[in-house]
């Protein structure tokens, strides 16, 4: 006997183009109806690209046909425009995509594993950015494993207005929000995908970030969840990529590079981290995750290699005090790398 549920599982199986995740989970499918062996589908999704209902339309037939004991299969889908944004569209997206109310731009800071120094990379570009005298903020969109309030020299909860939205922490004239305000510092944060979901929209839909010209995402590493809902729930403008230069860095950017060309999200470029080290007795150079990675895969992807940042003992024992590099000291090599690195987004996002 064929039921809603055996139709759910089955159309379960089936996943949206270019993402690792079902329809079903993406909440595309609106309405069962069953007579007798005879089966009908309704869904509707937000997109400008034919292909994805054409794929999705195929891809549910075929799954539904494999029912045993299956009549008639009849899917129907109702394809809306998805409504135009002054950021990047989001044409292929399985939902449509908005601006931040007052933030001009976006900007994600990703990575395909972890390890390669994302949240240092992304607190200190922060932090460059608003030396260009831009007005910033910094969301850490890393749920399970926060470290911006460490780096920031701050454990403040955060307050709400009236309105029940939330106010981001001020520090170095920048706005934070974090899930370590939330949490004590020894406390996990057990999260599962529901939940993963509401805090992520919360922090980007329901924080006071008030105007800002930047407002920089430190993701998790991956391509998970997190980084779904966050190109599902905000116009970006742009992506930067962050990889340390041997090849089992560089084949988990590429993927991360290729998640957001999917989705229509354009790849600012590549920054190379913890790129060499240089001895401080005698100045020597040390390559001692490889050489010349980062500017062959930025290459290969055929974006800018944006900078080469690198291994830092200032620039650890800053972060670990709670005031990045760029604040603490601006004429050590990697702040001045941070500057230059600024200094062509800006460019780049004017145009």
């Known amino acids: 006997m064929i039921t809603p549920e055996l139709v759910r599982e089955s159309l379960s199986t089936v996943k949206y183009p270019g ?6 989970s993406f909440g595309l499918l609106k309405d069962v109806r069953i007579t007798g062996t005879d089966v009908v589908v309704q869904m509707s999704l937000a997109t400008n690209d034919p292909k994805v209902p054409q794929a999705i339309k195929a891809g549910s037939e075929a799954a539904l046909a494999r029912l045993p004991g299956v009549g008639s299969v009849t899917v129907r889908i109702d394809i809306q425009a998805p409504p135009q944004t002054a950021s990047a569209a989001t044409g292929g997206s399985p939902m449509a995509a908005g601006a931040i109310e007052g933030v001009r731009h976006v900007i994600a800071v990703a990575s395909g594993k972890g390890g390669v120094g994302k949240s240092t990379v992304a607190a200190n570009l922060a932090i460059a950015l608003k030396q260009t005298g831009a007005a910033v903020g910094l969301c850490d969109c890393d749920l399970y494993g926060p470290s911006i309030g460490l780096m920031f020299g701050s454990n403040e909860r955060p307050m709400a207005t009236e309105e029940n939205r939330i106010l981001p922490i001020e520090r170095y004239d920048l706005k934070l929000m974090s899930m370590g ?39 998790p590493p991956g391509t998970g969840d997190i980084q779904l809902t966050i190109v599902q729930t905000v116009a970006l403008a742009g992506a930067v990529i962050v990889t340390t230069p041997q090849e089992v860095a560089l084949i988990d950017a590429r993927k991360a590079a290729t998640m957001f060309q999917k989705v229509n999200v354009p790849v600012l470029g590549l920054i190379e981290n913890m790129s060499y080290f240089l001895c401080p007795s005698d100045g020597k150079r040390y390559d001692i995750f490889g050489n010349g990675g980062g500017e062959r895969e930025a290459a290969r992807l055929k974006v800018p290699l944006l900078g080469q940042i690198p291994i830092d003992i200032p620039t650890r024992e800053a972060g670990d005090r709670g005031e990045p590099v760029a604040q603490a000291n601006a004429k050590n090599p990697v702040s001045i790398e941070f500057s230059k690195i600024a200094r062509q987004l800006t460019e780049v996002l004017s145009r």
Do not use: C, H, N
């Open 19 to 24: 993402f690792s995740r079902d329809i079903v």
């Open 181 to 219: 305000f939330l949490l004590d510092d020894s406390a996990p944060a057990i999260l599962r995908g529901p939940m993963v979901t509401k805090y992520t929209q919360q922090f980007l839909r329901q924080v006071e970030w008030g105007k800002l010209d930047y407002l920089v995402l430190d993701l």
